[in-house]
T-cell receptor, first 112, second 116 residues
Framework: EPEVTQTPSHQVTQMGQEVILRCVPISNHLYFYWYRQILGQKVEFLVSFYNNEISEKSEIFDDQFSVERPDGSNFTLKIRSTKLEDSAMYFC??????????FGDGTRLSIL | AQSVTQPDIHITVSEGASLELRCNYSYGATPYLFWYVQSPGQGLQLLLKYFSGDTLVQGIKGFEAEFKRSQSSFNLRKPSVHWSDAAEYFCAVGARYGGATNKLIFGTGTLLAVQP
């Protein structure tokens, strides 16, 4: 069964540094998402991406965040200047619109 | 506003016992409903989904859930729990597809512990 693949599995970064989280969605999916889960808390929606543009973003997704689909396979989340409170598990998901979203195994981001 | 409530933060059951995890949602129309399971350090695995039709849906690993519109509930059940079911369970609600968003709203999760 096709999977959503996320790299790296764990990223450690100094506060103030830029970080890029990478995702390879399922190949025939059209909708792409990023969610995050702060340790011990619920999964929160960050942003959805469809037809090469952001379709919705949450209040968490401020100017420090950006997403990109640089080629036909990758979907990236960039945090421009990381803060301690950005430490979380970040999940990428993809869907076809008529099916539930498939999630990757996540990237654990640790900000020091 | 859309929201999902999972009233039980932590549940402990004995292996072989039955299980019911509660989920209530708030949504302006009939939503799409999902249950996901997360093992420690792992991603989210879809257990089952409700889109329309039969209100009792079957999922993987012997789980089922029943959609009750009158109670705005979508409780997850399993007749006999196995030790490998110990994990965190998340209920989620999503918009009916047709829009370009389709984001999921998650509950806070229920952590299931299984006693031998």
């Amino acid at each position: 069964e096709p999977e959503v693949t996320q790299t790296p599995s764990h990223q450690v970064t100094q506060m103030g540094q830029e970080v890029i989280l990478r995702c390879v969605p399922i190949s025939n999916h059209l909708y792409f998402y990023w969610y995050r889960q702060i340790l011990g808390q619920k999964v929160e929606f960050l942003v959805s991406f469809y037809n090469n543009e952001i379709s919705e973003k949450s209040e968490i997704f401020d100017d420090q965040f950006s997403v990109e689909r640089p080629d036909g396979s990758n979907f990236t989340l960039k945090i421009r200047s990381t803060k301690l409170e950005d430490s979380a598990m970040y999940f990428c998901a993809s869907g076809r619109g008529d099916q539930p979203q498939h999630f990757g195994d996540g990237t654990r981001l640790s900000i020091l | 506003a859309q929201s999902v409530t999972q009233p039980d933060i932590h549940i402990t059951v004995s292996e072989g016992a039955s299980l019911e995890l509660r989920c209530n949602y708030s949504y302006g129309a009939t939503p799409y409903l999902f249950w996901y399971v997360q093992s420690p350090g792992q991603g989210l695995q879809l257990l089952l989904k409700y889109f329309s039709g039969d209100t009792l849906v079957q999922g993987i690993k012997g789980f089922e859930a029943e959609f009750k519109r009158s109670q705005s509930s979508f409780n997850l059940r399993k007749p006999s729990v196995h030790w490998s079911d110990a994990a965190e369970y998340f209920c989620a609600v999503g918009a009916r597809y047709g829009g370009a968003t389709n984001k999921l709203i998650f509950g806070t999760g229920t952590l299931l512990a299984v006693q031998p």
